[in-house]
């Protein structure tokens, strides 16, 4: 039991030095930096440009249709990608199981298409 | 324990690959189904592949011989577990059927994804009904639960649906997490994923465990309670079956239902962990204590509360809440015949009644209880088989209900709780009033909405089979007990 | 040939068949549907006759008996429930009183003036729930009859009452399905604890199994001795809800002031008699020793109900209240009857049974004949109706008298012998008891003198006597109650047989 629980304990020096770090990162450097504020410095950082109307806005939920999509496409490479590394030692039963995979991926990708996800006034 | 899966190892998941396929082929040829042409053939096929996938597990059923096992017992092919597997096949089919009649275009854009959403649904909770491993039970549940977070958020253009849809979204997801938080104790403790090894790893623990696996206990407790819709977890209920399709709420109030109860029916034998041999303690013994708590919170929450129901399906959900201790009391006893006797008299109850209701909420466009007035007068025949529905469901002699109640009374005070008894069936006392409320509204209420009620023949059919079926298996309950029980 | 027919359950269906007629019968043509209903109470009339020829009165056990296996035990299951019927000297007179008022009901629905076919249908239903729980020798097949007749009595209080019919519907409804959730709990206590049959090795709830066991000191008896108290005083309160017994007589009440007179018949004439006879049946049958440790406080029960009621029937200022609180107030006599012990006294119950079904149901014909008229029952509005309708105010003198016990009437043999075995067992409490004798006269004559004599009201003087249909019962009931006063043993033979078992185990 005890063991059980000192296992735990790592874990829970984990959590209490991932809340100390930022803490003590970001009072460590408010010590350190000089203080000379300006009202160039106050803006928001957009990569050097001026910032434009609000920062709270919505994004057209089109975009969240590609990232749907996107992400469909990323999974799929995660796992194809180690299978592939490792196909000499898998053999046919992994192609398989592959080839299932991905034609599930696929009938989403029919599926997706029907709907009209890829054009863009679909919606 | 093998763990590799052969070809001929397919054979035993015949029904729930035959629900597979069919999905992906249903799904597809929904996309490429004529524009004018109407989505009920979606519908008719649907059934044709649930109909099909029952029809192997009857087969299955009838050349079973002992338990068949695969992938390291993460897969099982048990009686009980084909019993359930049929229960949920056979509630989803009459949903299927209720739906013919019931989802309108207006109401619902996608119908051909409602019907195709149905069959994952129930894959999911075959899934459950057939595994004795947690992920595999998880993977079940969350096949159930993700596909009935879209059927109920099916009527996109109803905002109160959306909301309803939206807490149930947030609320269903946090009480997975909390499974699957109990499960993690449980994998923590047992060092497996299958529920056999870690039963039986968790009685051979030293006692400084046991606080670990009440924790375990209680976590499973209240996403299980919130699934089951049981007090004092149940408070998404009303809302959800007010404003989801009354189909899906049939789906939630049924399949939803069976699906936990066969979770917990699994899990409630790892808590089998003596306490003191001496004077032959258990967890479990607290276990049921637990359970009979919450079964005595929702019966009474259940009743008292729908008491003061002014639309139908807030009703209906009390009902199921009280029903949900019901069940639980059922569990408690470990008696798995009488458990799937009141599941199969519930099923018929609660589908032939939500038939009624579509039926007349789609005349009427509203939910008020005052659907019912006059019934009587402009559609006698479903008016009186309604009768029979509502007195199964208050329990009233001569229904399944009433046998199905005895029967899960006689278990409890066989184990000499009587408070929980006395509970039981004073809660139903409190039931009649608002069933017979309804049929006080059909018979002595004059019709003042609407002239004419048009019930479509396809909810008359799942009418009618729930009456049939219900006074039946009341007259001749020896049929369905000696299935149950046959090997 | 006659020996072989199964002749109770021919009884407990005969009513369906008129069910299934009058299914094909258009529902506005009342003529056809009131002769068929009529006739098809008869045929349980006729049987009911051929079943008292049939009866052995010497024979004290059960008769008649019929078995079928319903539920057996499997593997896991392990009970039998069968549907099991039989007569005795007890439940055989209360059969022919259900098969009697019940023909008597269907002449008296001639009051009914809407949804004929509904009616009749829901009469003959009750019917066969209530002859089905006089026959039942299974604890299961009693309880679900028992159950039944709610139904179809929550209908017809529900659709043919007065206004507030629904509220009295609803009391019904609770208060009875309270007193049988109590009931059921402990018939499923019983079932554990003496149910177990070893001839088949299962529990059940065949009540000849559970009489036994429980009786027989041999059997080993599970929680049996530490629950049995606890049994019997719960199953008091689940009949004394129906019976009824003070303090839960409220709805008994409310259902006789809302429902239709035919339906009051029924209700005051048979069903509160269910109360009684379940009382009997399982009370003192399966607990006689309890039932002698109780018998104090059931004959105080029995007393209170009779003057509470007696009391209360005086302070009423409308007939159907006044005959409501009269059922309340006879029902203390069933009490005392039964809290006696002694032979005497539990005939004495039993006849009660049967003679205040008779004059009760006369009483409600009589008042559904006068509410039919006059669209009233509240005293001050009533009086004279001796000079329009001389027949039905002396049928109604004759029945107040039979009520209040006049000698040579069924009422009177009933109170003498309860009285006289209470006098017996307890004389302190029979002395308080038999003032309610007195009461009973003065509340019964205040109300028939009060609307039979007295200045005819203006509105009234166009009133006709009865008609044939309401003479015919009127005279039938008539004749009975005569026929029970001057000759009770035809009755008390029967009854007699019944009792057999009590008094053995009492004796010894």
């Known amino acids: 039991m005890e063991q059980y629980f000192n296992q735990y304990i790592i874990v829970a020096i984990f959590i209490i030095i991932g809340i100390a770090l930022p803490f003590g990162a970001l009072t460590a450097g408010k010590l350190l930096r000089p203080k000379a504020p300006t009202k160039e410095k106050q803006t928001t950082y957009e990569s050097g440009n001026e910032p434009v109307g609000l920062s709270q806005v919505q994004f057209n939920v089109r975009y969240y249709m590609f990232a749907l999509l996107f992400v469909i496409f990323d999974v799929e490479t995660v796992f194809l990608y180690p299978w592939a590394v490792a196909y000499q030692e898998l053999g046919l039963f992994a192609l398989i199981e592959m080839l299932i995979f991905v034609s599930l991926l696929v009938v989403g990708l029919i599926y997706a298409w029907k709907k009209k996800v890829f054009e863009w006034d679909s919606i | 324990m093998d763990t590799r899966l052969f070809a001929a190892d397919l054979l035993d998941m015949l029904p729930e690959l035959t629900l597979f396929i069919a999905i992906i082929i249903i799904s597809l040829l929904d996309l490429f189904w004529p524009k004018n042409a109407s989505k009920k053939g979606i519908g008719v096929l649907t059934l044709i592949a649930l109909i099909v996938s029952a029809g192997f597990l009857i087969y299955q059923r009838i050349h079973l011989d002992g338990v068949i096992s695969l992938l390291n017992d993460s897969y099982l092919v048990y009686h009980y577990g084909i019993l359930f597997k049929l229960i949920v096949l056979l509630g989803v089919s009459l949903i299927v059927m209720m739906s013919f009649g019931a989802i309108r275009d207006k109401d619902i854009p996608h119908i051909g994804e409602y019907y195709v959403l149905l069959m994952p649904a129930a894959l999911g909770a075959m899934i459950m009904a057939s595994s004795a491993d947690i992920i595999t039970l998880f993977i079940g549940l969350e096949l159930l639960s993700i596909s009935s977070y879209i059927l109920v958020a099916l009527r996109k253009h109803h905002t109160k649906s959306n909301e309803a849809a939206f807490k149930y979204i947030v609320l269903g997801s946090i009480a997975s997490a909390f499974i699957l938080y109990g499960m993690s104790f449980l994998y923590g403790m047992g060092g497996s994923t299958n529920l056999f090894q870690i ?66 029916f699994m899990f409630l034998p790892v808590y089998f962990v003596p306490l003191d041999p001496v004077q032959n303690l258990t967890i479990y013994s607290d276990v049921v204590l637990t359970l009979h708590v919450v079964a005595a919170i929702s019966m009474i929450v259940g009743n008292i509360v729908a008491l003061m129901q002014k639309n139908v399906k807030r009703l209906l959900a009390f009902s199921s809440i009280a029903n949900a201790g019901y069940f639980l009391v059922v569990l408690s006893t470990d008696r798995p015949g009488e458990l799937v006797y009141y599941l199969v008299a519930y099923l018929l109850m609660t589908i032939g009644i939500f038939a009624v209701v579509t039926a007349l909420e789609n005349s009427a466009e509203h939910q008020d209880i005052s659907i019912f007035s006059g019934l009587y007068f402009t559609a006698p025949v479903t008016a009186v088989m309604t009768v029979i529905l509502l007195l199964s469901l208050a329990g009233i002699p001569l229904t399944m209900g009433f046998l199905g109640k005895f029967f899960i009374l006689l278990g409890v005070i066989q184990v000499k709780t009587y408070w929980l008894a006395a509970i039981m069936i004073v809660s139903s006392v409190i039931s009649f009033y608002y069933y017979f409320r309804i049929i006080r509204l059909m018979f002595m209420r004059s019709h003042s909405e609407h002239t004419t009620i048009k019930v479509p023949v396809t909810t008359m059919i799942v009418i009618a089979i729930c009456v049939v079926a219900t006074i039946f298996f009341a007259f001749f309950p020896q049929y369905m007990l000696s299935f149950i029980e046959w090997t | 040939m006659l020996e072989s027919l199964p002749l109770l359950s021919l009884i407990l269906f005969s009513p369906l068949i008129g069910v299934l007629i009058l299914l094909f019968v258009p529902k506005h043509k009342r003529k056809p549907l009131q002769t068929i209903a009529i006739l098809t109470t008869l045929i349980p009339l006729v049987l009911g006759a051929m079943l ?36 005795d000297g007890i439940s055989l007179p209360l059969i022919l ?94 079932i554990f604890t003496v149910g177990y049959d070893i001839s088949t090795s299962s529990y059940t709830s065949s009540f000849d199994v559970i009489k036994s066991n429980a009786l027989d000191p041999s059997v080993f008896k599970f929680d049996f001795e530490e629950l049995k108290t606890w049994m019997f005083v719960l199953l008091l309160i689940a009949f004394g809800i129906k019976l009824p017994m003070f303090p839960f007589h409220t709805w008994v009440v409310k259902v006789h002031r809302e429902a239709p007179p035919a339906v009051v018949m029924i209700h005051s004439g048979i069903l509160l008699k269910m109360g009684a006879y379940g009382l009997i049946r399982f009370g003192y049958e399966i607990f006689p020793e309890q039932a002698v440790e109780w018998a104090t406080v059931l004959a105080v029960i029995g007393v209170i109900n009779f003057l509470y009621g007696a009391l209360l029937a005086l302070m009423q200022n409308e007939l159907r209240s006044i005959l409501a609180y009269s059922s309340i107030s006879h029902m203390g006599i069933v009490l005392m009857g039964l809290a006696a012990g002694n032979a005497l006294g539990m005939q004495g119950a039993v006849f009660q049974l049967i003679s205040h079904g008779l004059i009760s149901a006369l009483l409600f014909l009589i008042v559904g004949s006068i509410a039919e008229r006059t669209r009233t029952t509240a005293l001050p509005e009533l009086g004279g109706l001796a000079q329009r309708m001389p027949f039905l105010s002396g049928v109604f003198l004759f029945a107040g008298l039979a009520s209040l016990g006049l000698p040579a009437l069924s009422g009177f043999v009933a109170e003498f012998m309860s ?90």
């Open chain 3, 97 to 190: 009183l259900t098969a009697f008022i019940a023909t008597a009901a269907a002449f008296a629905s001639v009051f009914i003036k809407k949804r004929w076919k509904l009616f009749f249908i829901l009469l003959l239903l009750l019917e066969t729930g209530i002859f089905g729980v006089f026959m039942a020798r299974d604890l299961l097949l009693f309880f679900i009859f028992f159950e039944f007749t709610l139904v179809p009595m929550f209908f017809l209080i529900g659709i043919w009452g007065e206004k507030r019919r629904e509220r009295a519907a609803n009391y019904y409804l609770i208060y009875n399905g309270l007193g049988s959730a109590i009931m059921f709990i402990v018939f499923m206590m019983l």
């Open chain 3, 419 to 508: 009285f006289a075995g209470l006098f017996e067992q307890m004389p302190v409490l029979a002395a308080i008891g038999s003032i309610g004798i007195v009461l009973a006269a003065v509340y019964m004559l205040r109300a028939v003198l009060a609307i039979t004599f007295g200045n005819l009201h203006a509105q009234h003087q166009s009133l006709k006597d009865v008609r044939m249909m309401e003479a015919i019962p009127m005279v039938a009931l008539t004749a009975v109650i005569i026929v029970l006063g001057v000759y009770p043993a035809l009755l008390t033979s029967i009854v007699e047989q019944g009792m057999a078992f009590y008094v053995m185990v009492k004796g010894g």
């Open chain 2, 199 to 264: 039963g039986a790893t968790l009685q051979s623990l030293e006692s400084s465990f046991h606080p670990m696996i009440y924790v375990s206990f209680f976590l499973l407790l209240v996403g299980f309670g919130f699934k089951l819709a049981a007090a004092p977890f149940h408070t998404w209920a009303p809302e959800v079956y007010s404003a989801a399709p009354t189909p899906v709420v049939s789906f939630l109030a049924v399949i939803s239902k069976a699906a936990m109860l066969i979770f917990m």
């Open chain 3, 52 to 87: 008292l020829l049939q009866f052995d009165g010497v024979n004290s056990s059960v008769q008649m008996e019929e078995e079928l296996k319903w539920i057996q035990p499997l593997t896991y299951f392990n009970y039998h429930f069968a549907y099991q019927l039989g007569v």
